[in-house]
């Protein structure tokens, strides 16, 4: 459901309303032109102007396939006092692609940030987006199936009313059993797992983490622009929004859940914790004769069901900041570009310990390098952007997806994964199931039998 001050184009009709430059609309989707077999180099659609209650602020989002050598990258302007800005963008999105946001800058009224844009004592009274397609490769072409904005509403009385008593089930897991490397990111990482999985997806934290992380140095890693085109990228539709309870209350009704943002109390950003934290709203309920949200809160605890958590709900609207990310379900197969699993075979090398394992993908060694681990940049060291190595054992516990594995994260060494032997002694031999996910998201999977 989209609110008054949130509006997305998502369709032919929606699309066709706007201008296309080098680019055409076919099935819900925005395209290259092709020229002579070839699509063209680069493209760009705008939207009409798009008329929305007073604001001070602006999110945009996007969902879009991207092949290896393709990206996009959304831009908006915003009226202000009778005058058009200039165009400010968000960034060259891609899962293949170091992404950055958009730099921190102040342009006249604007002031730019990552994934926000807002005003400066200034009052917009509409905007209008524009997305550009990019190819290095002429068979292969971006396809855009969703372009939307939100506003931060100037002079509104939020709406409010009882909370549904809803619940839904959403997938339960715990940043203490993520990837270190990861952790600044996790959270919002965890939430897009929780949600999409839900509906049958068999997505991991890391490789979520991965496709949508913000390279841009000095910014919290977390951008939430990213966050909606990634889920996008794996084929659910989502956007970020400001919203109400009213929409958090519409969404729970009709069975959706939604990622929200959460202040932390000042003692814990004193102690050095991200200021805002994310979680998934699973529902409301009334325990003990008070209102509750029930939250999926990712820094809840060490095991992975420790994440079900409530809030009575007058604390729940007080951290929250009205700034929410909606999704629904994937309709048919995820675009082209979305990040893949492959099969890889585990093969130990004579001259390695015996406990080391070298990856081979399609027949051909694969090498990892050393800092495939992802670990973040120190002082020291450069920045790192490699993947994230993980292996499994499975246990008398049935999972799931293989999101809800016990995985061990570890870095490779001389280009192996080292396997160590069980701690317990087991009868017969044991499964080793390895991942090593790529910056893009793709992921390598193989077992073993130990």
Not at 405 to 419: K, M, V
Request: hydrophobic share 40%; proline share 9%.
């Amino acid at each position: 459901m989209e609110g008054k001050n949130t509006f997305l184009l998502q369709d032919t009709e929606g699309f066709m309303r706007g201008e296309l430059d080098n680019v055409t609309v076919a099935n819900n989707r925005i395209l290259l032109d092709m020229v002579q077999g070839g699509h063209v180099p680069y493209g760009c659609y705008t939207s009409p102007a798009i008329t929305l209650p007073a604001f001070d602020a602006v999110r945009v989002s996007w969902n879009a396939g991207t092949p290896p050598d393709t990206a996009v990258e959304a831009q908006a302007r915003v009226l202000v006092d009778g005058n058009w800005t200039a165009w400010s963008s968000f960034g060259r999105w891609s899962p293949y692609l170091e992404r950055e946001g958009a730099r921190p800058a102040t342009r006249g009224a604007l002031v730019m940030h990552p994934d926000l844009l807002t005003l400066d004592s200034k009052i917009g009274a509409q905007v209008q987006l524009r997305i550009y397609l990019y190819t290095k490769d002429e068979k292969a072409t971006p396809s855009v199936s969703l372009l939307g904005v939100s506003v931060r509403a100037v002079d509104v009385i939020p709406a409010g009313g009882r909370p549904v008593n809803a619940r839904l089930h959403l997938m339960p897991y715990v940043v203490a059993q993520r990837a270190p490397a990861l952790h600044d990111m996790m959270d919002l990482a965890v939430c897009l797992t929780s949600l999409t999985n839900r509906w049958g997806a068999d997505i991991l934290p890391e490789e979520f983490a991965l496709a949508m992380r913000d390279h841009q140095p000095g910014q919290d890693p977390r951008n939430l622009s990213f966050a909606a085109a990634v889920a996008g990228c794996w084929g659910f539709p989502a956007w970020a929004c400001w919203a109400d309870l009213a929409l958090l209350r519409a969404e729970v009704r009709a069975g959706y859940g939604v990622v929200v943002a959460l202040e932390r109390p000042p003692q814990q950003v004193e102690a050095g914790m991200p200021p805002v934290r994310y979680a998934a709203l699973r529902g409301f309920a009334h325990l003990d004769g008070s209102a509750c949200a029930l939250l999926i809160d990712p820094w809840a605890g060490l095991d992975n069901f420790d994440a079900e958590t409530q809030m009575p709900l007058d604390e729940f609207l007080v951290a929250w900041t009205n700034l929410a990310l909606c999704m629904r379900p994937r309709r048919g197969k995820a675009p082209e570009g979305c990040p893949r699993r492959s099969s890889v075979w585990l093969r130990h090398e004579r001259d390695s310990a015996p406990d080391l394992y070298r990856m081979h993908l399609g027949g051909v060694a694969h090498p990892l390098p050393d800092d495939f681990c992802g670990a973040p940049p120190t002082e020291e060291s450069p920045r790192v952007h490699g993947g994230i190595l993980a292996w499994s054992v499975p246990d008398e516990r049935p999972h799931a997806t293989s999101a809800h594995r016990t995985l061990h994260f570890t870095r490779p060494e001389d280009g192996c994964i080292r396997l160590p032997a069980p701690a317990e002694p087991r009868q017969g031999p044991v499964k080793y199931t390895v991942y090593a996910i790529e910056p893009s998201g793709s992921m390598l999977v193989g077992d073993v039998m130990l």
